[in-house]
């Protein structure tokens, strides 16, 4: 329980830096949609299609700009991804079945029947490959909506928004790797999960350094990229293997704190400029100290969060969201309308009902303060599906630029609904209290 209170992020920061980056990413929505559908459309398009990269007589690697954007940049979102997936499997919300019943339950449904709509609804064959667009739900977005609502909702319930979209992430990416990659070289693949062994052995005994994690994460980037498993998932595998506990405890770090402390004041020359060498020593030796009270997987996310939510996100959503509403170049209607459907109606009825479910068969219980009228006000907002929904949709529909244009605007439309639905109930969660699951239910 020790480890458990000092090494979880406090999840109110955690909440805030995702409803801050949500408020970006929703600027960087807008901005896109204007720019693609001003008289500079043209030059919104030539940006993302620049091709940049190296090539040599022997070797070449060069993409446009927007696949830097999703291969890369969204290669480190999913680390990220995977250090808060390994975070919550060991300490967090889902370290155990009883924790993880109530999110999971809810995941489930958010993931099922999203798609089983998407089949109901879809006719066009063409279009099949767009089954997972509607499955994931966006943490900064639903988060930042949330956030906004401030007092009216409980804590626990933005916990739980965040633990079954952590699960729902979890589905994402195993659905990318699984159905969204092309053909697989599986000699590269083997090649690339080498280095990913030795980093896990090396993190099993507490060993990281970023100096060793960093050359061998792009090895094994760039073998996932030529191996025809899409690159991201060597990012959700790399952060697996970075280490979870502290070399020392508090208490050590403490007692050696005193000690170097005491060995400055004893070297101290206020009047001097410049350190004396014993001094710096001393400092080296601090910083030694502090690197290993901390939890590299803690350590790595709360710098890497703030990169996410302010800076790849938004770049992301610049380069994603840029939908052309021309119907000159080709809008087609029933995708975007099954799009927009999967992810409302799928949510709505997906997450409360396998919720309800897992009451039922009193696998789970609501935490203190959420009443069943929470879930079903959040589940409008888990509808919000835009980054990981945008992300699979360029998969899906990589050779058709009218299909992915189109579940783009199915996206938006579905993700804007949801979203404004959602936090309209939730402003009068007072209400919600009286939206009980009734007690008979529940008896044997």
């Known amino acids: 329980m020790d480890l458990e209170k000092k090494l979880i992020t406090p999840f109110q920061k955690f909440a805030r830096i995702e409803g801050m980056g949500g408020i970006l990413l929703f600027g960087a929505t807008v901005i896109a949609i204007i720019w693609a559908n001003s008289p500079f459309g043209e030059s919104y398009q030539a940006l993302w299609d620049f091709r940049l990269g ?136 083997l090649l690339a999960l080498l280095p990913v062994v030795f980093l896990g052995v090396l993190g099993y005994f507490k060993f990281y350094s970023k100096f060793l994690w960093i050359p061998l994460g792009i090895i094994v980037w760039f073998l996932f990229l030529k191996a025809g498993i899409h690159p991201t998932i060597a990012g959700v595998l790399l952060a697996f293997t970075v280490p979870i506990r502290r070399k020392i405890n508090i208490k050590t770090y403490i007692d050696k704190l005193h000690v170097i402390i005491h060995d400055i004041e004893d070297t101290v020359h206020y009047d001097k400029m410049l350190l004396n060498e014993k001094q710096i020593h001393l400092l080296d030796d601090l910083e030694e100290w502090s690197d290993k009270v901390q939890s590299p997987l803690q350590h790595l996310e709360h710098k890497l969060h703030y990169w996410v939510a302010f800076f790849i996100m938004p770049v992301f959503a610049l380069a994603n969201a840029g939908v052309v509403f021309n119907v000159d170049l080709g809008i087609n209607r029933d995708i975007a ?10 949510k709505i009825i997906g997450i409360p009902l396998f919720t309800f479910l897992g009451l039922k068969l009193k696998l789970t219980e609501l935490p203190k303060g959420m009443f069943f009228g929470h879930v079903v006000g959040v589940a409008f907002l888990a509808g919000v599906g835009f980054t990981m929904s945008i992300f699979i949709s360029n998969l899906a529909f990589a050779d058709n630029p009218i299909l992915t244009n189109s579940s783009k605007i199915g996206i938006l439309i579905g993700s804007f609904v949801s979203g404004m639905i959602g936090y309209l109930l939730l402003r009068l969660s007072p209400k919600l209290k009286s939206v009980r699951v009734p007690e008979e239910v529940f008896e044997k």
């Open 54 to 189: 190296v090539d040599a007589e022997s070797f070449e690697l060069k993409k446009p700009l927007m696949l830097w954007v999703n291969d890369a940049l969204m290669a480190v979102f999913f680390f990220l991804i995977g250090l808060e997936i390994k975070r919550e499997l060991m300490i967090g919300d889902l370290n155990s079945p009883r924790k993880a019943a109530l999110p999971l339950f809810a995941a489930v449904g958010g993931m099922v029947i999203p798609i089983s709509v998407f089949f109901f609804l879809n006719q066009d064959p063409a279009a099949e490959s767009g089954w997972g667009i509607s499955m994931a739900t966006d943490i900064a977005f639903s988060l930042a909506i949330l956030n906004s609502l401030g007092k009216r909702v409980p804590v626990s319930l933005k916990v739980f928004l965040t633990a079954f979209a952590i699960v729902d992430d979890i589905g994402a990416v195993l659905v990318i790797a699984l159905f969204y990659s092309e053909e697989i070289k599986y000699m590269l693949i």
């Open 337 to 346: 309308f099954v799009i927009a459907a999967s992810l409302f109606l799928g």
